[in-house]
């Protein structure tokens, strides 16, 4: 057992999830309430750039260091062994990771608010991808996107040698990178 992957049990995985809730709903609020007057439009492209921008990290985090750098692959066949088991990294890590490649070098190039957006539009996607890819292996399918997205990474998790569909909450990069 691994000191950043490992399976968890139910109230630890359970809590990635209200951290990361609590979070995004912490920093929207922040922005709202505190960040400069006349500053919401740049500040709300900056959360959508964060958004859009976690959609390459998933697919760039997933190809290359899941599936391609020791001890990442390692840890993440743990997952492609038993695809329902609660494995995850801890919170502490993941949030550590958001802060010190997200926040901090925004907040050094672009200031403290444009940092806060950037980082929140990072957080939800983030979120999202969580959210997604626990219902993709354990909700049974309410909907189309739901049934589309669980064919998708089922080819990912039983396709031939695993090289294929990297994105989790989307098939864009796949698509422009020719993974699909």
Not at 36 to 40: H, K
Not at 45 to 70: D, M, N, P
């Given at each position: 057992m691994s000191l950043l992957t490992f399976e968890r049990g139910r109230l630890a995985y359970g809590a990635d999830f209200a951290f990361y809730g609590l979070a995004v709903v912490a920093l929207a609020a922040w922005l709202i309430v505190g960040s400069?007057?006349?500053?919401?439009l740049a500040l709300s492209?900056?959360?959508?750039?964060?958004?859009?921008?976690?959609?390459?990290?998933?697919?760039?985090?997933?190809?290359?260091?899941?599936?391609?750098?020791?001890?990442f692959r390692e840890w993440h066949a743990q997952h492609h062994a038993r695809p329902t088991a609660r494995?995850?990294?801890p919170t502490f890590f993941s949030a550590g990771l958001l802060?010190?490649?997200?926040?901090?070098?925004?907040?050094l190039l672009f200031g403290?608010?444009?940092?806060?957006?950037?980082t929140l539009g990072v957080t939800a996607g983030y979120l999202a991808y969580a959210v997604a890819h626990h219902?993709?292996?354990h909700w049974r399918p309410s909907g189309e996107w739901l049934r589309r997205n669980k064919r998708w990474h089922a080819a990912h998790h039983h396709g031939t040698?695993?090289?294929?569909?990297?994105?989790?909450?989307?098939?864009?990069?796949?698509r422009v990178f020719g993974t699909a």
């Open positions: 400069p007057r006349g500053e919401g492209a900056t959360c959508a750039g964060g958004l859009f921008a976690w959609t390459l990290i998933e697919y760039l985090f997933h190809r290359f260091l899941l599936h391609g750098l020791s001890p494995i995850a990294s802060f010190l490649l997200v926040y901090v070098p925004a907040h403290f608010w444009a940092a806060c957006a950037l219902a993709t292996h040698g695993q090289e294929r569909c990297f994105g989790v909450t989307n098939s864009f990069w796949d």
